[in-house]
C-alpha cells in the first residue's frame, strides 16, 4: 500500500535577533467521531484525546529550533455479529511522541530544515513499539504573502518496511482577513493537511481544511493477530470556530465529516490478514490552547 502523507514545518518569518526567545505552547483535544458500518459486518466508533506541548527556541540569529511532546489516547469501538465488528481487533490504542524540528535561514527568504522523531504507538506493551524517524526540506518566501516548501521524510514502522513520505509547507496569505496554510489548528495526532483561514475580527477565527490521518500500532497478545500490528488510514474534513479569549487562551469548536476510512491488520509473521473500508462519518470535538 502506498501512502501519501503531508508533515508540518513551523516556520518563523520574525526578523533575526541575538537574544534567546521562547515561545511555549500548550495544546489539548477531545474528538469523537460517531458510529459508521464496515464493509464486511459490524461498526465501528472513536474517541480521541490527548495533548501537545510544543517549544520554539530562537537559537542563533540564523536557527531555530522546535521541540514537541505530544501524548494521545485513540478508544476505538468495534460492535455487531459479524466481520471486523465481531472479531474486535483492538481496543485503546496509546501513542506518545518525542520530535525536534531545526530551521536554518541562510538567506532573508530561504530556509532549510531537519526533522527527526521517536513515535511508540501501542494497544499494551510500549517498549516493543518504538520507531524512529526524520525528515529534511526547503523552504522559500517567494513574496511576503507566500511560502512555499518540499521535502521529505522516511519513518519506521512496525511490522512493515520503513515509509517514505513527502514534506509540504505552505503559507499563502489571500486578502487582509483569509489565508492558507499547512499551519492546521485541527492538527492532533498524525493529521497534516491544509486550512484556508478567515480572521473576520480579533476575537474570532474560522477554518475550513483537509487533513490525512495515518497510524501504525502495535497489537496485545490477544485477539485475531497477537503481537501484530494494526493500521489506520483516512481523510478528515473539518470546519471549526475558535474564540480568542484572551492572548494567551483560545478555545475552538470543531465539527466536520472523515471519508476514504480504511482498517488493516497485519499479523506476527507481516502478513496482511485482514484490510477493510468504511463509512464516511461525522465528528465532533473541543479544542484548547494556552499560550505562555
Given at each position: 500500500?502506498?501512502?501519501i502523507?503531508?508533515?508540518?514545518?513551523v516556520?518563523?518569518?520574525?526578523?533575526?535577533t541575538?537574544?534567546?526567545?521562547?515561545?511555549?505552547?500548550l495544546d489539548?483535544?477531545?474528538?469523537?467521531?460517531?458510529?459508521?458500518?464496515i464493509?464486511?459486518?459490524g461498526?465501528v466508533?472513536?474517541?480521541?484525546?490527548?495533548?501537545?506541548l510544543r517549544?520554539?527556541?530562537k537559537?542563533?540569529?540564523?536557527?531555530?529550533?522546535?521541540?514537541?511532546?505530544?501524548?494521545?489516547?485513540?478508544?476505538w469501538?468495534?460492535?455487531?455479529?459479524?466481520?471486523l465488528g465481531?472479531?474486535?481487533?483492538?481496543?485503546t490504542?496509546?501513542?506518545?511522541?518525542?520530535?525536534?524540528t531545526?530551521?536554518?535561514?541562510?538567506?532573508k527568504?530561504?530556509?532549510?530544515?531537519?526533522?527527526?522523531i521517536?513515535?511508540?504507538?501501542?494497544?499494551?506493551?510500549?517498549?516493543?513499539?518504538t520507531?524512529?524517524?526524520?525528515?529534511?526540506?526547503?523552504?522559500?518566501?517567494?513574496?511576503?504573502?507566500f511560502t512555499?516548501?518540499?521535502?521529505?521524510?522516511v519513518?519506521?514502522?512496525?511490522l512493515?518496511?520503513?515509509?517514505?513520505?513527502?514534506?509540504?509547507?505552505?503559507?499563502?496569505?489571500?486578502?487582509?482577513?483569509?489565508?492558507?496554510?499547512?499551519?492546521?489548528?485541527?492538527?492532533?495526532?498524525?493529521?497534516?493537511?491544509?486550512?484556508?483561514?478567515?480572521?473576520?475580527?480579533?476575537?474570532?477565527t474560522?477554518?475550513?481544511?483537509?487533513?490525512?490521518?495515518?497510524?501504525?500500532?502495535?497489537l496485545?497478545?490477544?485477539?485475531?493477530?497477537?503481537?501484530?500490528?494494526?493500521?489506520?488510514?483516512?481523510?478528515?474534513?473539518?470546519?471549526?470556530?475558535?474564540?480568542?479569549?484572551?492572548?494567551?487562551?483560545?478555545?475552538?469548536?470543531?465539527?466536520?465529516?472523515?471519508?476514504?476510512?480504511?482498517?488493516?491488520?497485519?499479523?506476527?509473521?507481516?502478513?496482511v490478514?485482514?484490510?477493510?473500508?468504511?463509512?464516511?462519518?461525522?465528528a465532533?470535538?473541543?479544542?484548547?490552547?494556552?499560550?505562555?
Amino acid at each position: 500500500m502506498v501512502s501519501i502523507t503531508l508533515a508540518l514545518c513551523v516556520l518563523s518569518t520574525q526578523a533575526e535577533t541575538t537574544t534567546p526567545k521562547y515561545n511555549t505552547k500548550l495544546d489539548f483535544h477531545y474528538v469523537h467521531q460517531f458510529e459508521s458500518a464496515i464493509d464486511n459486518g459490524g461498526d465501528v466508533e472513536l474517541t480521541s484525546y490527548g495533548s501537545e506541548l510544543r517549544i520554539d527556541t530562537k537559537m542563533t540569529n540564523s536557527d531555530d529550533l522546535q521541540v514537541r511532546f505530544q501524548y494521545q489516547r485513540d478508544e476505538w469501538d468495534f460492535s455487531g455479529t459479524s466481520g471486523l465488528g465481531l472479531e474486535d481487533p483492538w481496543d485503546t490504542i496509546d501513542t506518545i511522541d518525542l520530535a525536534f524540528t531545526w530551521t536554518h535561514s541562510y538567506s532573508k527568504s530561504s530556509k532549510i530544515f531537519l526533522g527527526g522523531i521517536a513515535r511508540s504507538s501501542y494497544e499494551e506493551d510500549a517498549s516493543s513499539s518504538t520507531v524512529y524517524g526524520g525528515s529534511i526540506g526547503f523552504v522559500h518566501s517567494f513574496t511576503s504573502d507566500f511560502t512555499l516548501g518540499l521535502g521529505v521524510g522516511v519513518i519506521e514502522q512496525i511490522l512493515e518496511d520503513a515509509r517514505l513520505f513527502p514534506v509540504f509547507v505552505l503559507e499563502w496569505k489571500l486578502s487582509e482577513n483569509l489565508r492558507m496554510t499547512s499551519d492546521l489548528s485541527t492538527r492532533f495526532g498524525t493529521r497534516t493537511g491544509v486550512e484556508l483561514v478567515w480572521t473576520p475580527n480579533s476575537d474570532w477565527t474560522l477554518g475550513a481544511g483537509i487533513s490525512y490521518s495515518y497510524s501504525r500500532f502495535r497489537l496485545d497478545f490477544e485477539d485475531i493477530a497477537p503481537n501484530g500490528a494494526g493500521e489506520t488510514t483516512a481523510w478528515p474534513l473539518s470546519f471549526r470556530a475558535t474564540y480568542h479569549a484572551s492572548p494567551s487562551f483560545d478555545l475552538t469548536i470543531l465539527g466536520g465529516i472523515v471519508i476514504s476510512e480504511q482498517l488493516e491488520i497485519t499479523n506476527q509473521t507481516r502478513n496482511v490478514i485482514e484490510r477493510q473500508e468504511y463509512e464516511s462519518a461525522g465528528a465532533v470535538g473541543v479544542l484548547a490552547q494556552i499560550r505562555f
